[in-house]
C-alpha cells in the first residue's frame, strides 16, 4: 500500500544525502564514466543524477520502481560485494514513494530511449529521444510526508551533507568523473582519470601538492596510505578529514580524534589537520554485523588499534616534516 511504502521509504531515504548516495551508487554499477549531480534548494527542490551507463531496458523501467525490483544478483561472498547490493532493491522504490520522480534512460546507442513519470508510483511510460544511459530527477522529495519535510535542515546544511557524500563516491571512484552543480553554479569536478592522487588535486586544490603528503606505513596487523596533512594546513572543522577502513568509508570521531592526537600538539588550538587515509585492518579485527551502508564501524580490540593508530601517523608525520 502507499503507506506502507512510505514507511519502508523512511529507513532508506533520510534525506537528500541518501537520495544522492543511492542514485550515485546505481551509475556506478552501471558502469558510468561520467556522473552530473544536480541539487537545488538543498534537493528539496530538485535532485538530479546523470549518467552514461548502461541504461535501462524499455521492457525492466517499472521494475526498477518496484520494492526488491532489483537487477542485481543477490549473492554476498563478502562485505565489499554487500554494498553492490545497496538496500536490495528498495532505493527507487522509497524514492518514488516520497517523491516526484522523472525517468530518462537508454540502453541503445540508436538515440531512442524511454521516458517516465511517477507522482505516488502512478504514470506511463513512453518513447523519448535520450542519448544512452539514465537521467533520474527528485522533484518535492516529502511532499507527501509532513513529518520528514519538517525535519529537513536548511537548504545549505542539506547541501553540505551531499557535497560531503560526492567527495567520498568520488574519492572511492576515482576513474570516474563527477560533478557536481548546486543551484546552477558547479561546486566541485574530478577528471575521472590520473587515479586518486587527480582526484585529491581537484577537490582540495593548489594546497595538495604543497601541504599533504603520502601516507604509505605498515606495521602488521595494521596498514595505513593516503594523504595526511601537514600541522599547517589546518581548518575549523573536521569536513575535511576522511576516514576509510579497508576501503569503506567511515565517520567515528573517535578516530579521527586519534588521528589529531598525533600531531602532538603541533596544530594550533581550534583547528583540525586535513587528512585522506584508508586504515586497512584484518577483517577479523572489525564486526561484521554493522550494516556495510551505515559509516559506523565496531572495532574489536579497539584500544590496540587506537594505539596501533598514533604510532602510525607519528611516524608518518616525523618522516616527512624532520
Ligand atoms: P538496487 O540498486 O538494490 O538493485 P535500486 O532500487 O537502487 O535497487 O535500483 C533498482 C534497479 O534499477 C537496479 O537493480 C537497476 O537494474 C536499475 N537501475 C537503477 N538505476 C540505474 C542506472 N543509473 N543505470 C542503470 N540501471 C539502473
Ligand atoms: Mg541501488
Redo the contacts with the bound molecule.
Keep these: 500500500s502507499q503507506t506502507a511504502a512510505k514507511i519502508a521509504a523512511g529507513e532508506v531515504i533520510t534525506d537528500p544525502a541518501a537520495v544522492v548516495k ?2 550515485v ?3 556506478i ?2 558502469s ?1 564514466e561520467n556522473i552530473r549531480i544536480e541539487i537545488e534548494n538543498g534537493g528539496k527542490a530538485l535532485i538530479r ?1 546523470v ?1 552514461d ?4 531496458n524499455e521492457a ?1 523501467v517499472f ?3 518496484k520494492r526488491h ?4 544478483i543477490k549473492k554476498i561472498d563478502d562485505l565489499d560485494n554487500l554494498h553492490t ?10 524514492m518514488a514513494a516520497v517523491s516526484k520522480v522523472t525517468l530518462r ?1 537508454s540502453d541503445s546507442d540508436d538515440g531512442l530511449g524511454t521516458g517516465l513519470r511517477l507522482i505516488e508510483g502512478k504514470g506511463e511510460k513512453q518513447a523519448i529521444s535520450c542519448k544512452r ?2 537521467s ?1 530527477s527528485i522533484e518535492e522529495i516529502f511532499f507527501n510526508t509532513p513529518a520528514r519535510l519538517k525535519h529537513m535542515k536548511k537548504p545549505g546544511d542539506e547541501n553540505k551533507k551531499i557535497i560531503q557524500i560526492v567527495q567520498v563516491l568520488s574519492m572511492s571512484h576515482p576513474e570516474v568523473s563527477f560533478s557536481l552543480l548546486m543551484d546552477n553554479s558547479e561546486v566541485l569536478r574530478t577528471p575521472g582519470k590520473g587515479g586518486l592522487e587527480n582526484t585529491l588535486k581537484s577537490l582540495f586544490g593548489e594546497r595538495f601538492d604543497s601541504e599533504l603528503f603520502k601516507a604509505d606505513y605498515q606495521n602488521s596487523p595494521m596498514e595505513i596510505e593516503g594523504f595526511l596533512g601537514s600541522p599547517y594546513y589546518t581548518k575549523k572543522t573536521r569536513d575535511y578529514q576522511f576516514v576509510f577502513i579497508n576501503n569503506r568509508y567511515v565517520r567515528e570521531i573517535k578516530i579521527n580524534k586519534a588521528i589529531e592526537d598525533a600531531y602532538d600538539n603541533t596544530v594550533m588550538i581550534n583547528q583540525h589537520p586535513v587528512f585522506i587515509l584508508n586504515i586497512k585492518l584484518p577483517p577479523d579485527m572489525l564486526d561484521v554485523n554493522i550494516h556495510p551502508a551505515k559509516t559506523k564501524i565496531k572495532i574489536l580490540n579497539e584500544s590496540l588499534v587506537m594505539l596501533l593508530l598514533k604510532s602510525g601517523i607519528r611516524k608518518i608525520i616525523r618522516q616527512n616534516l624532520v
Excluded at 525490483?69 to 542485481?72: A, D, F, R, V
Excluded at 547490493?85 to 527507487?92: I, M, P, S
Design positions: 543511492e542514485l551508487e546505481n551509475s554499477d552501471a558510468s543524477v549518467d551507463g548502461e541504461g535501462i525492466d521494475n526498477a520502481f525490483g532489483t537487477s542485481k547490493l545497496g538496500f536490495r532493491g528498495e532505493a527507487l522504490a522509497s534512460t544511459g539514465t533520474i
